[in-house]
Each structure stands twice: as C-alpha cells, then as structure tokens.
C-alpha cells in the first residue's frame, strides 16, 4: 500500500511541477510588458554629439521624443518637431536644465529639438566664414533629425521657438525661410540685436554698422519689406514679453509692424522679466500653441 500511494503521489508532482513554469514565464512577461509600456508612456529625452561640417565643430543637440513614441504600435507615426534656441550665454541644454521642459512635453505629441547655438545669433557670421549658425540649422540640423526619427519632413509639421537671442532667431528663421516652418515663436526675443554695437557677439555675427549682414537680418525690417502678394505664405508668428523686460518696447514695436502689414500673428504682454522664471512658465504655452498650429503626428 504505501508503494502503491508512492507511486500514485508523483505524477500528481510532476503536474503542479509542469504547470509552475509557464505560469512564471506568463508573470515574468506581463511584468516586461508593463514595464516596456510604462516606460514608452514616458517622454525619453537623447544627446546627439553632431560633428558639423559647416562650422567645423561638435554642435550637440537634445531630443525630447513624447509619450508612446517607441511603442510597437507607433513605429507607423510620424511627428511634428519643434526647433527650440536657448539665448545668449545659453548651450543646448539649457532648456531641460532651467525649466520643466521634460514635463510638459508629456502633453503634446510633439518631438522637441535643443541645438547649440553658441553665442552665434543664429545667423551666419559677417566676420568669421566658418561661424554658420543660419545655414547649419536649415542644411545640417534639419536633415540629420528627419534622418535620424520619425519625423513630419515638411513645413506642415516644422515650428521654430527660441527666448531672448533664440527668440530672434526663431522669428527671423520664420521670416527668411517661411517655406520651412508653419510657426515661429519668440519669448522675450532681443530683436534689436541688428542695431547694437555693445556687445562681442554681435560686432563678431554681424559686423560693422550698416554691414550687409545686419541689414539681411534686421527682423523688423524684414517684416517691413516682405512682399505683400507673399503673406500668405509666411507661417504663424507668437511672441510674448515680460512687462518687466529691457526688450518689452522692441517687443511691441515688432508686433505694431507685423499689425501694420497683417501678418499673422499673436501678441502677449505678461507679469515677468527677462529670465527663467519667465521662460519656464511660457515655454508651456509655446508648446501648446505649437501643437495647435501644426498638423498632428499621421
């Protein structure tokens, strides 16, 4: 009897035994699903070290990818991009690290772009030929994020946006190149930089008073000159200033010339200065508007 009860017991163990390991590999793969799935939901921000060939130097650049981007189910999608300038004495990513950029791109389904621009005004220098900083975003930058991601290559699904230097930057860009982005936006823009002769980076971008280069990229001369049968085909211009801001009166000035013409545009007065604070604050709105204007990841 007790043989026969020996006999009986092990295949009843052999069983639960052959049922224990799919039942730990189904756990362990629910486990890695979820935390793929968690982890995608996410936003995942990357460093590019780009070598340029046009200024000859390492020019880096950070990406912020959104929420569900490497999911298997969106490896079909294609999304909008969103070129943002740090200012003057900025790097590329002086955006993640000043303000909660990574947070509020979790609301848009946007990809963000960081690039270095150096103390470069984002214009191509009148001094120094290898300082390319106009030409290298549109000809080098621009190709290597559509090559590298899953981007929207045309201008349905481009914005431009930049604080104090980047903020002129990204208007003139709109200006200069309105087949290339649907929006440009500036938050506290220093759009007077084509008329000062105070600082290096400026006499080093733009050169001697009335050069060709500070005529070329006079932002409100531009606006001024832009011909009035081509309006249409200019993209949506935003641009907010602090209250408190040196650059509040050329802010305004900008917007009455863009008014005076009927370009497109929206203007916005607010409580701040001419920093961080006020830079994080309205860099959430900049996102919001720039998912507004361009077409939705397809």
């Given amino acids: 009897m007790r043989t026969g009860i020996a006999r009986l017991s092990n295949p009843i163990k052999y069983s639960m035994r052959s049922f224990r390991l799919p039942i730990l590999t189904f756990i362990l ?5 979820a935390f793929y799935y968690r982890a995608e939901e996410s936003v995942r921000t990357e460093t590019v070290q780009f070598q340029s060939k046009l200024v000859g130097k390492t020019l880096p ?29 900025g790097q590329f990513n002086s955006w993640l690290g000043h303000t909660s950029l990574a947070q509020y791109a979790s609301e848009q389904q946007l990809i963000i772009i960081t690039p270095e621009g150096n103390n470069g005004w984002y214009t191509d220098s009148a001094t120094v030929p290898s300082d390319k900083y106009e030409t290298y975003i549109l000809e080098e930058l621009i190709p290597d994020v559509d090559s590298r991601l899953r981007t929207i290559r045309d201008r349905r699904g481009r914005a431009v946006a ?15 190149h309105p087949e290339v982005f649907a929006l440009a936006a500036s938050m506290s823009g220093a759009l007077d930089a084509t008329s000062r002769i105070d600082d290096e980076s400026i006499m080093r971008t733009f050169g001697e008073t009335n050069s060709i280069e500070r005529k070329s990229n006079d932002v409100q001369q531009l606006a001024q000159e832009f011909p009035s049968e081509r309006i249409k085909l200019l993209p949506y211009f935003y641009l907010d200033c602090g209250q408190d801001d040196p650059w509040l009166a050329i802010n305004r000035r900008f917007s009455d010339v863009l008014s005076e013409h009927r370009i497109a545009h929206e203007y916005r007065q607010l409580p701040g200065s001419h920093g961080w604070p006020y830079w994080d604050r309205q860099v959430r709105e900049v996102l919001r508007v720039a998912a507004a204007t361009m077409v939705p990841p397809e």
């Fill in 29 to 33: 793969l629910g486990a890695l699903a």
């Fill in 162 to 176: 930049g604080c104090s230097m980047g903020g002129y930057g990204a208007l003139k860009f709109g200006l200069k």
């Fill in 61 to 89: 650049y950070s990406i912020v990818l959104p929420p569900g981007y490497g999911l298997f189910t969106s490896w079909r999608k294609h999304y909008p991009v969103l070129y943002l300038l740090h200012g003057w004495s």
